[in-house]
């Protein structure tokens, strides 16, 4: 039987975390965002001292043995992350951490580390999950699993647009090209690389609205 899980997946900054907190509120049922997971593995690792430049399964393995991640419902009623104990906040989502966080999650041991966490929140019935791997690796047999994507100039035009997320001087073309670097780390990984599930519902959501991909995916969902 499917699980009662909504995999939305697709490359960087292609919509999918508004796209997903907005599915989740309409239905009523918790959002999930993976990619917060590895941004908090990676912001730590960063605090630790660790040159993540040169990351490797053997340095990143003592740290996860002294991080502790929770899923706890906060004051707006959604799930979001705690890391030791606190709520990182905009730190996750800061330039060093975009960076080096597909060096990271391509890490076999980090990744395994995850998918117990993540393969958890099944407990809470209907969610929407979000991530690269959601549909291909944590929940194949999910109930729904949709694949955002956008073109290059309009995911980087996205992304300048989200405070904090570009570094100082950041240009559509400079945002184009760490937001192509990262999905190339993304999709070319041995372990769970970021690809579309063969049964995924692809959405291009270039010069689409905000609620017009709301709609579209609510209209798939009983
Ligand atoms: O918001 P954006 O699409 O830019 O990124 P994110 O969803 O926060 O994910 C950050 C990074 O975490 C990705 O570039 C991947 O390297 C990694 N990630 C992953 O490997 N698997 C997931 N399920 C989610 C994120």
Same mark, same amino acid.
């Given at each position: 039987m499917a699980v009662n899980v909504i995999a939305i997946d697709g490359p960087a900054a292609s919509g999918k975390s508004t796209i997903a907190g907005l599915v989740a509120e309409r239905l009523g049922v918790p959002y999930i965002n993976t990619g917060n997971m590895y941004r908090a593995v990676t912001f730590y690792a960063i605090q630790q001292g660790l040159?993540?430049?040169?990351?490797s399964e053997e340095k990143l393995s003592p740290v996860l043995e002294h991080i502790k991640l929770d899923y706890v419902k906060a004051a707006s009623g959604q799930y979001e992350i705690k890391l030791n104990g606190e709520f990182p906040g905009a730190e996750i989502r800061s330039p060093e951490v975009v960076s080096l966080v597909s060096l990271v999650a391509a890490l076999p041991n980090v990744r395994t580390w995850l998918i117990d966490k993540q393969r958890e929140f099944a407990r809470l019935g209907r969610i929407v999950m979000e991530g690269? *791997?959601? $549909?291909?690796?944590?929940?194949? *047999?999910?109930?729904y699993k949709f694949f955002l994507t956008a073109t290059p100039e309009e995911r980087a035009r996205r992304r300048l647009a989200q *405070? $904090?997320?570009?570094? #100082? $001087?950041?240009?559509v073309e400079s945002v184009a090209k760490a937001i192509a670097e990262r999905d190339l780390l993304d999709s070319t990984r041995?372990?769970?690389?970021l690809k579309k599930a063969d049964d995924a519902i692809l959405i #291009?959501?270039? $010069?689409?609205?905000i609620e017009q991909v709301i709609e579209h995916i609510l209209r798939y969902i009983k």
């Open positions: 040159n993540l430049a040169a990351c690269r *791997d959601i $549909g291909t690796v944590i929940f194949p *047999d999910a109930q *405070d $904090g997320e570009a570094p #100082d $001087g950041a240009t041995k372990t769970a690389p #291009d959501t270039s $010069g689409m609205s």
